[in-house]
């Protein structure tokens, strides 16, 4: 066969069988991404989707696994984690009904609330109870106190305090007050301070269960001959085996328990951290404190605070399983975005949080509550649900 007579002929063909391979393999990329784009999850779909992967985590429960799902974009930026927001109702004993059926408005918006006990009784510097801490309780009978070192002037001052803070809660028939301080051993001892006991290590620094429940056991004893009913410095970021001793042994010494801060700052995927959560949220741990500041993977939001999110509540309910109290961090010590802590304190309500910590404004934000409440923008049924499970905690329902 003579090429140079029929050369022309041969070129048109080749470039024909190129075109028609190049088309082929164009269609076979986008009928078959490559494994840059396309993962197969741990139940063995694919789950590529409009140029977004679904990274799956798998957490061993028992003998369940369970799994959970983060979205993460083609750049391999974390992004969105899908939640379910839609919380069931909880149920409560009848005791705990018949109890909310008796409340005022204003009693149940009070319960809501935790706060220095200078915010309601008018003094620069608490350090006894007396008529105007009794005063203050008819007012605002309040679901706890948070005391810091300025409170403590030794044993016997500070159980004097206590006692009386509960003679009038007695005297008055109302919900048992959290009596709370923020003890997380080392620098941060308050009453160990104040009132001139050992100080402890840094929970956060403990790395063993037998470490945690040592420290944790000196920390109630001397709690309890305060007469102190709540510590809320459970650090959320420790071990499955030191956060169950650190709540087992306070829990043990009838001391109430809250972990923080939920989720912790800077925090880019939530599902890496979750075994952590679960293990607090397991624990039997009274509260869990949520932050105030953004988390866009959990909220879908950089400006939303977690502790006013939706979103953040339906993945502690339905995602880590946690029943308990939620409150949020001290609001008065800066909320990101452009909420205001009167602003936070409803949006916070709203969403589902049962408690709300300030230390300072608490006027304003139990007002701005209150207000919410009588105007149906809080609805009955969601101040019910956050009162019902503070007083569940309270009185071990």
Same mark, same amino acid.
């Given at each position: 066969?003579?090429f140079r007579?029929n050369g022309?002929?041969?070129?048109v063909? *080749?470039?024909? #069988? #190129?075109?028609?391979? =190049?088309l082929v ?6 009928i ?11 139940d063995?779909k694919?789950? %590529? ?12 429960t028992g003998?369940d696994?369970e799994?959970?799902q983060?979205?993460? !974009?083609?750049?391999?930026?974390t ?8 919380v069931a109702?909880a ?5 705990v009904?018949?109890?909310i %059926?008796e409340?005022s408005?204003?009693?149940?918006v @009070? ?5 220095r006990?200078?915010e309601v009784t ?6 006894q109870?007396?008529k105007?801490?009794q005063e203050?309780l ?5 679901g706890?106190?948070v005391f ?7 044993v016997t001052?500070?159980r004097?305090?206590m006692?009386?803070i509960n003679k009038? =809660?007695n005297?008055?028939?109302t919900i ?6 923020n003890e997380a051993g +080392?620098?941060?001892s308050?009453?160990a301070a ?5 100080v402890?290590?840094a929970?956060s620094g403990i ?6 429940k040592?420290s ?8 309890n001959e ?22 087992d042994?306070? !829990?043990?010494?009838g001391?109430?328990?809250a972990?923080?801060?939920?989720? +912790?700052?800077?925090v ?16 039997g ?6 932050g105030?500041y953004s988390?866009k993977?959990l909220?879908?939001?950089e400006?939303m605070?977690c502790s ?5 509540v ?7 399983g946690?029943n308990? #109290? *939620?409150?949020t961090a ?5 909320v990101s975005?452009?909420y205001?802590?009167?602003k936070?304190a ?10 709300i910590?300030v230390s300072?404004?608490f006027a !304003?934000?139990?007002?701005? =509550?209150?207000?919410a409440v009588?105007? +149906? ?6 101040? !019910?649900? %956050?009162v019902g499970r503070? #007083?569940t @905690?309270?009185?071990?329902?």
């Amino acid at each position: 066969m003579d090429f140079r007579k029929n050369g022309g002929k041969y070129l048109v063909t *080749i470039e024909v #069988i #190129i075109l028609i391979i =190049v088309l082929v393999l164009g269609v076979l990329h986008f009928i078959i991404p490559d494994g840059s784009k396309n993962k197969t999850s741990a139940d063995g779909k694919n789950n %590529a989707i409009s140029g977004t992967e679904y990274i799956w985590s798998a957490t061993e429960t028992g003998s369940d696994t369970e799994v959970g799902q983060t979205t993460v !974009d083609v750049a391999g930026n974390t992004a969105v984690i899908q939640v379910d927001e839609n919380v069931a109702q909880a149920e409560f004993s009848e005791a705990v009904e018949q109890k909310i %059926a008796e409340m005022s408005v204003e009693q149940k918006v @009070c319960q809501l609330f935790i706060t220095r006990p200078e915010e309601v009784t008018g003094v620069t510097q608490f350090t006894q109870a007396g008529k105007k801490t009794q005063e203050s309780l008819a007012a605002y009978p309040l679901g706890g106190y948070v005391f810091g070192t300025g409170n403590f002037n030794g044993v016997t001052a500070t159980r004097n305090i206590m006692a009386n803070i509960n003679k009038y =809660v007695n005297t008055q028939k109302t919900i048992p007050m959290f009596l709370a301080v923020n003890e997380a051993g +080392g620098d941060n001892s308050p009453l160990a301070a104040g009132n001139a006991y050992e100080v402890q290590p840094a929970m956060s620094g403990i790395k063993t269960a037998e470490e945690a429940k040592t420290s944790s056991g000196k920390i109630s004893e001397y709690m309890n001959e305060s007469m102190l009913n709540m510590n809320l410095a459970i650090p959320v970021s420790t071990s499955g085996e030191c956060a169950a001793a650190f709540v087992d042994t306070y !829990d043990a010494a009838g001391i109430y328990t809250a972990a923080g801060i939920f989720p +912790g700052e800077n925090v880019s995927d939530i599902k890496s951290a979750e075994t952590n959560y679960k293990a607090i949220t397991q624990t039997g741990v009274s509260a869990l404190i949520v932050g105030n500041y953004s988390c866009k993977n959990l909220t879908g939001d950089e400006t939303m605070p977690c502790s006013v999110s939706t979103k953040t509540v339906g993945y502690i309910r339905n995602s880590l399983g946690y029943n308990g #109290i *939620i409150m949020t961090a001290d609001l008065s010590t800066g909320v990101s975005g452009n909420y205001k802590a009167d602003k936070a304190a409803v949006s916070a309500v709203k969403a589902g949080v049962d408690m709300i910590y300030v230390s300072t404004g608490f006027a !304003d934000c139990y007002n701005a =509550v209150l207000t919410a409440v009588q105007s +149906g923008d809080i609805s009955q049924d969601i101040l !019910d649900q %956050a009162v019902g499970r503070i #007083i569940t @905690c309270k009185m071990g329902e």
